[in-house]
Structures are given as C-alpha cells and as structure tokens.
C-alpha cells in the first residue's frame, strides 16, 4: 500500500525558473492538499483540490503559484519565475470523504 | 496574534521521563484536534485524532483537549529516544475537510 508519493523530493532552481512539484496521492483518495514549510515554522496551507476542481485556495500567493489535479494523473504544484523566498519544504496530503489527511515525504525546494 | 500557538521549544528530557506538549488557540471554531510527528527531514505523521473536549489515550500517547481554556495537551509516557522529534499540533473546524492549521511545532529530545 503505497502512501503519498511526491516528487521529486529534492529541486534546485535558479531566480526566475519554473518548478513543478508532482504529487500521487494515496490510492483511492480523490482530495489532495498541499502545504508548505518554511524553516523553524509549521505547516501552512496552500490549496485544496479535487479531481480537476480547485475547492479552496485561500493560502495561495496571488502571483505565480497555480495548482492542478487533473482527471488522470499527479496533482501538480507550479511556481512559475521563482525567487528566494520560494525555499521551503513542500508538502502534500491526501485524504477520501471525510478521513483524516496522509502526508508525502515533501519536496524541498531550493532557489538560487 | 497567531490562531494556534505553539512553543517551540527545544524540549531536552531524560529517557522514561513524561513529556508534556501543549498548544493554545484562539479561533472557538475548531472542532477538531490533532497531533503530529515529523522526524528531521521527512513528513509529519498523525499521531493523535481527536473531537471536542475530553481525553484520548492510544499507548504511551494521550491527548487532552480543553475547548473552555482553548487549550490542548500530547502526553508521552515512558519517553523513548525514538520519541525525538518536532511534534505538531494541528486543528480545523470540518472533520471531513483538512484545510488544517498547525501551530509551530515543539522539538522533542529524548537523551538516554
């Protein structure tokens, strides 16, 4: 029983690249969360999606963060021109109708 | 002021010591508690799912949660060196949507 698989599991990107973390959740689960981890601080959520549907993004940034989970396939985070800030750990989460949440190992990006 | 606060610690106890970890918040929405392991450079790991007040014992874990106080308390008994980690409080107010936040987490060592 494989569980949240996210890849890869280690980006280094130069300012002003893309990134694209990748995210298969658990078998059977059709919600997908993701969060990120500055150093030293908790969790913070991002984005809440269903298969091909956005249900909540109130923890995006407004500019060049989008993310996607298509009929087939992984949930995609992208941060499109990235900058230093944009290091953290990235994580994402899976869960069915009404359990609780299964956390991936993380991405953890590095911007230089 | 943060929704969920958090010590971060770091918390330094002897082996077989009881370890008391505890969160505060603020949002009296919150229905739902939970407590996360996250070993140094992996994923957090639910530990402990609570809802509403009252205590919840699994092992040598307990968790209380005080809706009164907005208060909230993990308990390890008989702490092992495999206990240390940063330990993760997290709550939300839908059971069934894990839009979650997490305090910052409180670094646990367990020194023989």
């Known amino acids: 029983n494989a569980g949240v698989m996210q890849n890869p599991r280690h980006l280094v990107r130069r300012r002003g690249q893309e990134a694209r973390l990748r995210c298969s959740p658990m078998?059977?689960?059709?919600?997908v969360y993701w969060y990120r981890q500055l150093p030293e601080e908790g969790l913070k959520f991002m984005v809440y999606?269903?298969?091909?549907?956005?249900?909540?993004e109130s923890g995006m940034p407004k500019e060049r963060f989008s993310a996607e989970f298509p009929k087939e396939g992984p949930s995609i985070l992208r941060i499109q021109q990235v900058v230093r800030g944009d290091s953290a750990a990235y994580f994402c989460?899976?869960?069915?109708?009404?359990?609780?949440?299964?956390f991936g190992q993380g991405t953890r990006l590095t911007v230089v | 002021q943060k929704e969920v606060e958090q010590d971060p610690g770091p918390l330094s106890v002897p082996e077989g010591a009881i370890v008391s970890l505890n969160c505060t918040y603020s949002?009296?929405?919150?229905?739902?508690f939970m407590w996360y392991r996250q070993y140094s450079r992996k994923g957090p790991e639910l530990l402990m799912y609570?809802?509403?007040?009252g205590n919840k014992e699994d092992g040598r874990f307990t968790a209380q949660v005080d809706k009164s106080s907005k208060y909230i308390s993990l308990f390890i008994r008989d702490s092992q060196p495999s206990d240390s980690a940063t330990y993760l409080c997290?709550?939300?107010?839908?059971?069934?949507?894990?839009?979650?936040?997490f305090g910052a987490g409180t670094r646990l060592a367990v020194h023989p």
């Open positions: 609570t809802y509403s007040s």
């Open positions: 989460a899976s869960a069915s109708m009404n359990t609780e949440a299964f």
């Open positions: 999606l269903q298969k091909e549907n956005i249900i909540d």
């Open positions: 078998k059977g689960h059709s919600h």
């Open positions: 997290a709550m939300s107010v839908s059971g069934g949507y894990n839009k979650l936040i």
């Open positions: 949002n009296s929405a919150f229905q739902y």
